[in-house]
T-cell receptor
Framework: DQQVKQNSPSLSVQEGRISILNCDYT??????FLWYKKYPAEGPTFLIS?????DKNEDGRFTVFLNKSAKHLSLHIVPSQPGDSAVYFC????????????FGTGTRLTVIP | NAGVMQNPRHLVRRRGQEARLRCSPV?????VYWYRQLPEEGLKFMVY????????ESGMPKERFSAEFPKEGPSILRIQQVVRGDSAAYFC?????????????FGSGTQLSVL
């Protein structure tokens, strides 16, 4: 029962272009969303988050958009850099605490120089 | 400051053996979480511990799995009588408080392979 879904296992983008990673969720009670980035042989690291009271949050080259009615969020990376190549996980929670986080299956982003 | 340290990085066990996975949280963090990532799946929460106490074990299988976080030393995830379905990446994470998702730090994980 995957409550958070990332339907694209992989994505390739040219350096300098925009990367768009998508995430869908089924639980309408989710009110807090995060993106994590994971390099090979390392653990996931926090990238950016958004609460359901907002529809956009921006941090440098990274912007997360939330569409509550569609139960969809996306991560935009502009411009994409080779160092952004990693697996990106979307996560969501309805209650505070990391024991209430639900993760997607991840999207592997490859930025081609 | 050292991050979350997990060992071993890779662990190979035969069916029926025991697996012990260790996690040392970030210094000063008293909240530890264990997650499991099965092939082709996302990370799934297993257990949440706060120094010597299990706070939430709702994601942990009822049999063969146990976890502890003693007053001194690392947190241990123990799997008895491993089966092939236990093969997965096991990640530990720590945080300074409970309500701190942005401050959740993950270890590099232990890849368990059951032959």
């Amino acid at each position: 029962d995957q409550q958070v879904k990332q339907n694209s296992p992989s994505l390739s983008v040219q350096e300098g272009r925009i990367s768009i990673l998508n995430c869908d969720y089924t639980n309408s009670m989710f009110d807090y969303f995060l993106w994590y980035k994971k390099y090979p042989a390392e653990g996931p690291t926090f990238l950016i988050s958004i609460s359901s009271i907002k529809d956009k949050n921006e941090d440098g080259r990274f912007t997360v958009f939330l569409n509550k009615s569609a139960k969809h969020l996306s991560l935009h990376i502009v411009p994409s850099q080779p160092g952004d190549s990693a697996v990106y996980f979307c996560a969501a929670s309805a209650l505070s605490g990391a024991n209430n986080l639900f993760f997607g299956t991840g999207t592997r982003l490859t930025v081609i120089p | 400051n050292a991050g979350v340290m997990q060992n071993p990085r890779h662990l190979v066990r035969r069916r029926g053996q025991e697996a012990r996975l260790r996690c040392s949280p970030v210094k000063g963090h008293s909240h530890v979480y264990w997650y499991r990532q099965l092939p082709e799946e996302g990370l799934k929460f297993m257990v949440y511990l706060q120094k010597e106490n299990i706070i939430d074990e709702s994601g942990m299988p009822k049999e063969r799995f146990s976890a502890e976080f003693p007053k001194e030393g690392p947190s241990i995830l123990r799997i008895q009588q491993v089966v092939r379905g236990d093969s997965a990446a096991y990640f530990c994470a720590s945080s300074p408080t409970r309500q701190a998702n942005e401050k959740l730090f993950f270890g590099s994980g232990t890849q368990l392979s059951v032959l």
